[in-house]
């Protein structure tokens, strides 16, 4: 081996190091994915890929994710957790029917929008969305409407050109069942209001039911004891008296 080699060999590995190094961790695009440049930053582009859940390796500098159009059925907590620089999500017309309350959790400071709209989301824990500045697009869901419900609807950022076609497929009224749920507020039913009337119907049910047993009990075993009583004196008025005994007794004498 010439002097020229032997000293170009740790050079060479020198920069293999330091290209293995310098690319940026967590930077490598999802098999299933695409990854590209938008507006000068990140956007990884998974629609119609046909994914089951969220992809593990996403990359961390990501700012634009597109998920749209999946079979993903949940979204579990910390979902996005290491995904700090995130501002879009499209979760739109999946299958979703369960969300942690933690799913958002880690990114709610700097989301500015998340699409939830054509799933099939009948409920959400509230405590999911209501740390979230982003603007919400609900619409299209068979939505149980219900307080959480009604609370996320007054608390949240909902896109407005969605809004009403947030409708309500199930609700503890039947009336309820069709309507937007921008139209069932309007008319002034409070959800919350039901739910706390349902509750207090079903304290007083309970209750009637134990004042119930309690008076049955009490009737039987005052009629228990008034019978074991009558037997008692029939019982009593059957035996021979007294003299009548002692007269038997001295006339055998």
Not at 65 to 80: E, H, M, Q, V
Not at 207 to 223: E, H
Not at 229 to 236: D, I, W
Not at 242 to 249: L, S, V, W
Request: charged content about 20%; aromatic content about 6%; some cysteine.
């Amino acid at each position: 081996m010439s002097l020229s080699s032997a000293s170009a060999a740790p050079g060479v590995a020198q920069a293999f190091l330091c290209l293995l190094l310098c690319i940026p961790r967590g930077s490598s695009c999802p098999p299933s994915c695409q990854c590209t440049e938008r507006a000068g930053a990140k956007a990884v582009l998974c629609s119609s890929r046909h994914l089951e859940e969220i992809p593990k390796d996403i990359p961390r500098d990501v700012v634009f994710l597109k998920l749209d159009a999946n079979s993903i059925t949940r979204i579990p907590g910390n979902a996005f957790r290491h995904l700090s620089h995130l501002e879009e999500i499209d979760l739109s017309r999946n299958a979703i029917e369960k969300i942690d309350g933690a799913a958002f959790r880690g990114v709610a400071a700097g989301l500015r929008s998340l699409d939830l709209s054509g799933n099939r989301i009948r409920s959400i824990p509230k405590e999911a969305l209501l740390a979230l500045k982003a603007k919400l697009r609900l619409a299209n869901n068979p939505w149980h409407c219900e307080c959480a419900l009604q609370e996320v609807l007054w608390e949240a950022r909902l896109d407005p050109d969605s809004v009403r076609d947030i409708t309500c497929h199930t609700a503890p009224r039947e009336e309820y069942v069709g309507k937007p749920l921008l139209q069932v507020l309007d008319a002034g039913v409070n959800l919350c209001g039901v739910r706390q009337r349902s509750t207090d119907v079903a304290v007083l049910v309970t209750m009637f039911a134990w004042f119930a047993m309690v008076v049955v009990y009490v009737v039987c075993y005052v009629r228990h004891n008034r019978e074991d009583s009558c037997g008692h004196r029939h019982y009593l008025g059957a035996l021979p008296s007294a003299p009548a005994h002692a007269e038997t007794i001295s006339t055998a004498l």
